[in-house]
């Protein structure tokens, strides 16, 4: 079935250093792809999407290009904030049997980023 | 617009115990969801809604049921909870032009 795997954190990082979360997926198709992050103590954030290959979704400084031929939507940011800190989550939209779509998760990366 | 609003923030529970988790939303989505996030595991889906009168099970449905009151509610209940059921539980909606999921808070959930 249908599966996302991203890299296992945590993920500790000083103010300004490069950010890559890793992520690879497993689908039939061409799903759209997902960034959501989730600040803590509340719910989960779009970040940014990328619905085709070779598309780069980007906000708030952040990346990520959806790469067909490796099958990965890496998320990359060139200069972190202590702000930035949260937990990343990738995710994949697939289609129900029903014709209805949903998403699918990977298990999240926590980024803890020091002054 | 307060977009989605989960009830109530915090619960504890005995096993055995029932108990329902509210869910709102404004934006007129006709979709809406259940997760449960639990760590190491990222998000899984409960129950779907796919409209008003419709529900649909996901990954994860066992011990719970659902209700779409109506077009802005979507409620999840659990009838005899079990400590199994721990965990923080979203409400999503879908909707707008890129259909795009939006979260409510959470509501984190303890079974004793």
């Known amino acids: 079935g249908d599966s996302v795997t991203q890299m296992e954190g945590p993920v500790t990082l000083s103010e300004e250093a490069f950010l890559t979360i890793n992520c690879t997926y497993t689908a039939t198709g061409y799903p759209s792809l997902f960034w959501y992050v989730q600040y803590p103590g509340e719910g989960l954030q779009l970040l940014l999407k990328a619905t085709k290959a070779d598309d780069k979704g980007s906000n708030k400084g952040f990346e990520a290009t959806y790469r067909k031929e490796t099958t990965s939507f890496h998320l990359e940011k060139g200069s972190v904030q202590v702000s930035d800190s949260a937990v990343y989550f990738c995710?994949?939209?697939?289609?129900?049997?029903?014709?209805?779509?949903?998403?699918?998760f990977g298990a999240g990366t926590r980024l803890a980023v020091h002054p | 617009n307060a977009g989605v609003t989960q009830t109530p923030k915090f619960q504890v529970l005995k096993t055995g115990q029932s108990m329902t988790l509210q869910c709102a939303q404004d934006m007129n989505h006709n979709s809406m969801y259940w997760y449960r996030q639990d760590p190491g595991m990222g998000l899984r889906l409960i129950y779907y809604s796919a409209s008003e009168g419709t529900t649909d099970k996901g990954e994860v449905p066992n011990g719970y049921n659902v209700s779409r009151l109506n077009k802005r509610e979507f409620s999840l209940r659990l009838e005899s909870a079990a400590p199994s059921q721990t965990s923080v539980y979203f409400c999503a909606s879908r909707g707008g032009a890129q259909e795009t999921q939006y979260f409510g808070p959470g509501t984190r959930l303890l079974v004793l």
């Open positions: 995710a994949l939209r697939a289609m129900f049997s029903g014709g209805y779509n949903k998403l699918i």
